[in-house]
Each structure stands twice: as C-alpha cells, then as structure tokens.
T-cell receptor
C-alpha cells in the first residue's frame, strides 16, 4: 500500500467552527489532492497541489483552503464549517499526470452538526 | 463534467469474466483512459490505464477501441471481492481526475 495517511479518520464538529484535515505521505509524490464524496456520487476535486506552496482550485473549492509547506503534508481547512460540508474527504497522491496512477487514503468522515 | 459515459450498474456471476464498457466520444489525442474502483467504505483503488494499445496487468485488462471513442475493462474471473463501483476517467496533459458516477458491479455467488 502507498504510504498515505489521513487524520483524523472521523470527526464531528459544530457549524461555524474551523476544521483542519491532514494528509501525510511518505512516497515523495509531487502532486497531492483533496476530494470530497457524497452519498451515491463520484469524487469531486476540492483543491490540489503540484509542489510545495503550489496549489490550485478544483471543482468545489468554495469554503475550503489548503496549505502545503512541505512535500509530505497537505492540509485542508474548512474555514467555517457548514452542514453542506458533511461528507467523506479523500486525499490522493500521484506523480505528474497524465500517465501516472493516483493513490488514495482511507478517507475522513466529517459530520457538521 | 466527466467526459465518459458508463452504465449505472451491471451484474455478473462469480468466476465468470466481466466486461465493463465506457464511452468517451470526445476523447482527445493526449487523453489517457484510466480505470479506478472503489470497494464499499474504502478509498478508490487504481486498476489500469492506457493510451492507445490494449493493456494487461495482474488485476485486469483494458481493451481500447481503434478510434479510442470507447474502451472496456475486462475482469477475467470475477470474485465476490470485485464487487465495487468502477470508474472510467479521461486524463489529459496537466489535467486532474474528474470522476463520474461510475458503474456499480454486482457479483452473484
């Protein structure tokens, strides 16, 4: 298994509070991604990073920010959590696209009450 | 939006081959065809990818049409552990994985 760890694995938080999810890799991959997945749907890209301090927005970036201060860590922050951000969040890593595979973490289940 | 079209679900019998189709009529010359699967309550898992030629690995085979407007993922002998949602995704230069709804594969014992 690729060395990718998400923390926490489960979190319940209150509306309006900030939340930070962490993705840690030991594979030295340049690209890192944050996705969310809602019931019955495929994954939707929130933000991604193509290097330290290099990030870009995905399809559903509103309400989220990211930071990558070192190769191995990619943080996703919900600045003020809302109930619509209740979801399962997946982190992924890869070498530069398109001829590479991505490896995914086990996911973080976030509930905003 | 996802650039591929897949059936919502398919059923197959255990120990039989499974052919999962994917249409991608707007594919460009630099788009790779990727397949991932997601088992229940797990993160997605890479299966296979290709550009023009058919590809084989330990998990599956990928058959790509000559005009590249469609492809088929082939599981040679399905087991109950292959029950999952299978995603067909196009990925071009500098592009990220854009996911559709995938095909839910049901394996009957």
């Amino acid at each position: 298994d690729a060395g990718i760890t998400q923390s926490p694995r489960h979190k319940v938080t209150e509306t309006g509070t900030p939340v930070t999810l962490r993705c840690h890799q030991t594979e030295n991959h340049r690209y890192m991604y944050w996705y969310r997945q809602d019931p019955g749907h495929g994954l939707r890209l929130i933000h991604y990073s193509y290097g330290v301090k290099d990030t870009d927005k995905g399809e559903v970036s509103d309400g989220y920010s990211v930071s990558r201060s070192k190769t191995e860590d990619f943080l996703l922050t919900l600045e003020s959590a809302t109930s619509s951000q209740t979801s399962v969040y997946f982190c992924a890593i890869s070498s530069p696209p398109p001829n590479t595979e991505a490896f995914f973490g086990q996911g973080t289940r976030l509930t905003v009450v | 939006d996802a650039k591929t079209t897949q059936p919502n679900s398919m059923e197959s019998n255990e120990e039989e081959p499974v052919h999962l189709p994917c249409n991608h009529s707007t594919i460009s010359g630099t788009d790779y065809i990727h397949w991932y699967r997601q088992l229940p309550s797990q993160g997605p898992e890479y299966v296979i990818h290709g550009l023009t030629s058919n590809v084989n690995n330990r998990m599956a085979s990928l058959a790509i049409a000559e005009d590249r407007k469609s492809s088929t993922l082939i599981l040679h002998r399905a087991t109950l552990r292959d029950a999952a949602v299978y995603y067909c995704i196009l990925r071009g230069l500098g592009e990220q994985l854009i996911w559709g709804a995938g095909t839910k594969l049901i394996i009957k014992p």
